[in-house]
């Protein structure tokens, strides 16, 4: 994530997720068909906000008007009055019930984080209800009481599981809550389970279906790297809860789950790929590279190349073990509990070489 500021005299910092400059009082959105976040001016008509660096009037999206849980903006002439995140959104929490507000502000903010790295490397993305065959729509729903910490099955609804099917992305709201995912990640013995872990690792998912599947000229070398994804799924994913991960997994995967078929190893990997990359930036920004520069990062695809992975690499292993070091120095857990042995590195090389090329 790259280091914001407003216009204001006193170049305040700005987050991803700031909706107001805690400096000057402006407001402030992230303009996505500019990449940045802007402070804003009143413009002439109520409603219009003009953008004080870029001369621009944009509007707020409506789910930040009316609920408060986006902060993208949507430029004048955009007949939208959802920003081009919210407009991926097939279902949303049932908000007759509060507390879901909450929730959906936090998986909005998780939401928003993963596409900032979608956008960011140019890779294709449209809404379903933009283009049926190859769009995107996210679905968050849940089975369980949220009053319940999410103990309590809520009457007459199916069970409710995240995952990619098709281009549909389905968030349990349940992910959103601090307690009920610690619980699922002790309870399924995982070492790292976050919402924008689930949205990388989905959003994987679901460029594996649009870049991969009917691609001849990938899919060859995509079962080179992580095998036969015509293996039934089913069957693994019941071997895998039944059985566990074979004992030696950490050999050639980045997780247990990896192990289980083709499709998750390349959807972790996919995830792992966009940690690395948004970390980087997020480190380089606020000058903590570790010694090398970043030339792949942030940049358009066409200033970048295949050549770059080594470096990411080699940084990314430097940078891992010290922000570890930095978590136990303040005794919590690694923020990064994974080693990248040299078929994960393989992976991440191919992964890297399909979107730069793309």
Request: hydrophobic share 35%.
């Amino acid at each position: 994530m790259k280091i914001f500021t407003c216009d204001c005299p006193k170049q305040n910092h700005l987050f991803f997720e700031s909706v107001i400059c805690n400096s000057c009082g402006r407001l402030v959105g992230y303009c996505p068909d500019l990449g940045t976040m802007q402070s804003f001016d009143p413009g002439k008509e109520s409603g219009f906000w003009k953008s004080a660096q870029a001369e621009t009037e944009y509007r707020q999206c409506e789910n930040y008007v009316e609920h408060q849980v986006c902060n993208w903006m949507v430029p004048a002439d955009d007949q939208n009055t959802l920003c081009r995140a919210c407009r991926l959104n097939d279902v949303i929490p049932d908000l007759s019930q509060p507390q879901n507000i909450e929730y959906w502000r936090n998986i909005e903010s998780a939401k928003r984080h993963a596409l900032y790295s979608t956008l960011s490397l140019n890779l294709p993305l449209t809404s379903k209800h933009e283009d049926a065959e190859l769009g995107l729509l996210f679905r968050f729903m849940t089975d369980r009481e949220p009053v319940s910490e999410f103990t309590e099955p809520l009457d007459g609804q199916a069970p409710v599981f995240t995952g990619h099917n098709d281009g549909e992305i389905t968030i349990n709201l349940a992910e959103a809550d601090d307690v009920a995912r610690t619980r699922i990640r002790i309870k399924l013995g995982e070492a790292y389970r976050t919402l924008l872990g689930h949205f990388r690792h989905e959003i994987g998912h679901y460029y594996w279906f649009r870049l991969i599947e009917n691609n001849p000229a990938l899919l060859p070398k995509f079962r080179e790297h992580f095998g036969d994804e015509t293996l039934d799924y089913d069957e693994a994913l019941e071997r895998h809860y039944n059985n566990g991960a074979p004992a030696d997994w950490a050999d050639n995967f980045i997780s247990p789950y990896a192990s289980m078929h083709p499709w998750e190893d390349w959807a972790e990997c996919w995830a792992h790929y966009m940690h690395m990359l948004d970390t980087l930036e997020t480190s380089q920004a606020f000058e903590l590279a570790l010694g090398t520069s970043i030339p792949s990062v942030g940049l358009p695809t066409e200033q970048r190349d295949t050549n770059t992975i080594d470096i990411l690499l080699k940084d990314w292993m430097r940078l891992a073990v010290g922000i570890n070091a930095l978590n136990r120095s303040m005794g919590m857990p690694d923020p990064y509990p994974f080693v990248l042995n040299n078929s994960v590195q393989k992976k991440l090389q191919w992964i890297h070489e399909v979107i730069v090329t793309q």
